[in-house]
């Protein structure tokens, strides 16, 4: 299969670059577009270098598949060309998520929406992936009606920029000397800050209001009710989450947790004598969720709380991505042009 | 009036007779202890050295306020013998806050229960005081019913050596070098975990509970329901807490906002348009508590969210001690032995 990234210079594009090599997919031809400014940079594909080229005005971009991790104005304005061309897109952006012909799939749950798509499906926001993969199964089981979700983001987030700015922030924290933040308003070294996204009317900023709309979309729950405060905190990769879920019915923590230990793509971290449990540093890297503190809610008879962190730039968006182009060969390439 | 700091050295001892000089407290005489070890040490008292003692075996420190921020255990075994000798004890530390005799005080909150103390008075846990600021005159004006609490503890809750270690690890990790957490079970670089507190058969830790049963003695309110995930993060002085509460009538963002912004010891902080909120490097050094993300809970009709921080050290332990005392003087020294 010819496959063609867009945005394979950045965070995420050079995670799908190992990832697709990592997990032998089945690549025939590659085509790696980026920026005019990075075009003609060459980037690695499984120790083979590859020259980054400018996305071609006409758009085509000679592939079957393309995955598109170039932000959200570049995805709008061009993923329907590219789909016009004959390619399934894979948009890791916000553009298509909302669409109403768009899927907007995380593959461990509703992989079947796969089948129904118009050229583009829509790879969802990081902290929603991650929640999912916890909120799903649980959903599946018991009946979600509603969640509450206090996030720590990791600067990935903001990209390769994003871990720069760490980096660079904490070393001038630590060395006491001045440094201004480029990508973030505040400073991020030793801080936290309410995610950097425009807040609405209603007080929630977008990245809470992604949680809210597309777990609708994504579980077939027009009326599931998500209040979620999103927070940025100093660390690299992995986001983690604290939530509370209500269900149709009481739910105990051993049927949680029996729910958990078998969903696909989790892996249970819940050592109470250990005091183990999820935690970024152990989440970076890793395709699986990391899930524990799993109990029932002392504020709400019959619900559940947990906590999980899982790798933002992996799970949270080339992995997905990757999960999806490989459910759409598993089920036979359906639907497209 | 002669005082006495048990534990002198420590991060909280340090804020205390920074607090004690800074608010011109009417200090007389003062007396510094600490352990065995530290004993001999010179400290500062307003420009003045002062040498520190070790704790007399007779429980008498010759003070008529004791200020105890030395340990459970040292509370424990010696707040009552203190108290006998003639002193006021503001207790810092856990060992009596749920003792039926001990009044709980967060002054803005319930100043009137130090009337009835019986040479004892308690400083409730950090977080505690820093979510009762802003949930208490929202109890005042609506009935809280509930709350769910996602903590953002930062390293000064494990003292003086929780601030070194997040220096130290830090800097290793940004060098590469290898670096062994000996304070947190977990490294603490670029990294989170659940409090490092025990946890119980319910799947709470110690601090999860205390917030629990302490806001219920504090507030009054024996069936108050709370649910906390208290989680530790890489920032130095300040805790932050994502809250969502339910009340006995519906409360717009409006009426809430209206509550914390006559709310004594609060600030607000809550500027949507510019996306500036509480962050604990604002809040770090500061004597209020920043509040704001004030908003109706888009899980549950007619309750409420918001975010907060304040300085742990300070609010959190140290001034809200002081405060205590100052309430005490302020009531005419009631009660006592």
New interface residues.
Partial sequence: MNIAIVGSTGAVGQELRQLLHERSFPVTGVRFFSSPRSAGKQVDFGGTSVTVEALPEDGNLGAELVFSSAGGSVAKAHARAWAEHGALVVDNTSAWRMDPNTPLVVPEVNADAIDTHAGIIANPNCSTILALMALAPLHRAFGLT???V?T?QAVSGAGAKGLDE??RM??AA?DGTPAEPEVF???VA?????H?S??GE????VEERKL?LESRKILGVPDL???A?C?R????RAH?E?I?AAFERPVS?DEARAVLASAPGVTLVDD??G???P???DASGQDNVLV?????????PGGI?L?LAGDQIRKGAALNAVQIAEAWLERGRPGGR
């Fill in positions: 509603r969640a509450t206090a720590y760490l980096t904490t070393r630590l308003e505040h400073s030793f801080n936290l800050f309410s950097d425009d807040v209603d007080g929630y900023n809210l009710a998500v209040s405060t927070v905190v100093p660390t690299y983690a604290a509370h923590d109470r004598a005091n183990r449990f935690m970024p540093l524990g503190r799993i109990r029932e809610d002392a504020s709400l709380a906590f």
